[in-house]
T-cell receptor, first 114, second 111 residues
């Protein structure tokens, strides 16, 4: 069975600082992908970044980077230079390549302080 | 990446009625997923909509409550039937191909 765990229900960060959102996962599939999404109060799910299980390098997309530690089964999201607009819910998700279904963590609410 | 248009974006419905949510993709895709997000919760997969065959429902979801249509490779609908306040949620469609992108979501309130 697959499982995603986000242990931080809420996080605060000062504007312009960096923040790390934690995500651990469990799967028996050898090939899988890890995703991070941002959900503002509007409810839409905004794709941020993707990491494949066989990717050698950590994924980066602008201010977002994914700290992928395969042996520890962790895929933490790092947001650099936080902005007020980063305040939102953040979800980590996993998808085994044998199935296209996304399994989501419980989410972390990030609040950026001015 | 696929562009996914979902409508309505929000609605307030009376209990006992039904609402049909539409999801349109700008390219042909094999699979479309429907998710539900109850207030304060994470996303849960309702069903997989495959063109030309019956939808595949996850445990806890049944066709009578959430009938799904998939008439072609770019379009799907999800109906929430005989609604109760417990159905108040955000409903999202997703396309797994070319990544894992979502429509804008439908925020449903049942009164």
């Amino acid at each position: 069975a697959q499982k995603i765990t986000q242990t931080q229900p809420g996080m605060f960060v000062q504007e312009k600082e960096a923040v790390t959102l934690d995500c651990t996962y469990d799967t028996s599939d050898p090939s899988y992908g890890l995703f991070w999404y941002k959900q503002p109060s509007s409810g839409e799910m905004i794709f941020l970044i993707y990491q494949g299980s066989y990717d050698q390098q950590n994924a980066t997309e602008g201010r977002y980077s994914l700290n992928f530690q395969k042996a520890r089964k962790s895929a933490n999201l790092v947001i650099s230079a936080s902005q007020l607009g980063d305040s939102a819910m953040y979800f980590c998700a996993m998808r085994a390549d044998s199935s296209y279904k996304l399994i989501f963590g419980s989410g972390t609410r990030l609040l950026v302080r001015p | 990446s696929a562009v996914i248009s979902q409508k309505p974006s929000r609605d307030i419905c009376q209990r006992g009625t039904s609402l049909t949510i539409q999801c349109q993709v700008d390219s042909q895709v094999t699979m479309m997923f429907w998710y539900r997000q109850q207030p304060g919760q994470s996303l849960t997969l309702i069903a997989t909509a495959n063109q030309g065959s019956e939808a595949t429902y996850e445990s806890g979801f049944v066709i009578d409550k959430f009938p799904i249509s998939r008439p072609n490779l770019t379009f799907s609908t999800l109906t929430v039937s005989n609604m109760s306040p417990e159905d108040s949620s955000i409903y999202l469609c997703s396309v797994p191909e070319q990544g894992a992108f979502f429509g804008q979501g439908t925020r449903l309130t049942v009164v």
